[in-house]
T-cell receptor
């Protein structure tokens, strides 16, 4: 079974600085998807960024980028120029591309606080 | 904004009552999920479905039940609520994997308090 580990329960960063959230996973699969989700306080969970395992190039979305190390099974999220609105719980998720199974796993989350 | 809706957003109910948490999505997604999440904590999958008339139990044992009679609707029912059921319940849906849009979309959640 796949497992996802986020080793940083809480992190904080000053506004405008850069922060990196860590995520590791365990799988024997070669083809899969990885995600970072953001859950602001009392608000809806939304997708931040997605990475397909077969792509070597790291995904980027504006201020958000990932460092995907397939051999090391590592998938960290870098937030540049942190903003107050980035304060949220961040969940790393793994999805195996099969249809008839429960194929999405989440990490325990990292609570990020951006300080003014 | 994702087209997946949960009602009610907040619910306070007495012990022993029967409740149904509603979840609907308008994206035509085959797969739907229910997660239980204590505030600020990790998500635990309690139920999922990969289409009409299919339901499966997730990793976390739950006394709740679900049904999937229509593609767009995936309600969760507690026959007799207890204080231990107090939590946030998140509904999600995703498209059949293998296509581009594989991520899960989440509803806003239902925060349930059983007193």
């Amino acid at each position: 079974a796949q497992t996802v580990t986020q080793s940083q329960p809480e992190m904080s960063v000053q506004e405008a600085e850069t922060v990196t959230l860590s995520c590791t996973y365990d799988t024997s699969e070669n083809n899969y998807y990885l995600f970072w989700y953001k859950q602001p306080p009392s608000r809806q969970m939304i997708l931040v960024i997605r990475q397909e395992a077969y792509k070597q190039q790291n995904a980027t979305e504006n201020r958000f980028s990932v460092n995907f190390q397939k051999a090391a099974k590592s998938f960290s999220l870098k937030i540049s120029d942190s903003q107050l609105g980035d304060t949220a719980m961040y969940f790393c998720a793994f999805m195996k591309p099969t249809f008839y199974n429960n194929d999405m796993r989440f990490g325990a989350g990292t609570r990020l606080t951006v300080k003014p | 904004e994702a087209d997946i809706y949960q009602t009610p957003r907040y619910l306070v109910i007495g012990t022993g009552k029967k409740i149904t948490l509603e979840c609907s999505q308008t994206m035509g997604h085959d797969k739907m999920y229910w997660y239980q999440q204590d505030p600020g904590m990790e998500l635990h999958l309690i139920h999922y479905s990969y289409g009409v008339n299919s339901t499966e139990k997730g990793d976390l044992s739950s006394e709740s039940t679900v049904s999937r009679i229509r593609t767009e609707h995936f309600p969760l029912t507690l026959e007799s609520a207890r204080p231990s059921h107090t939590s946030q319940y998140l509904c999600a849906s995703s498209e059949r994997t293998g296509l581009l849009n594989t991520e899960a979309f989440f509803g806003q959640g239902t925060r349930l308090t059983v007193v």
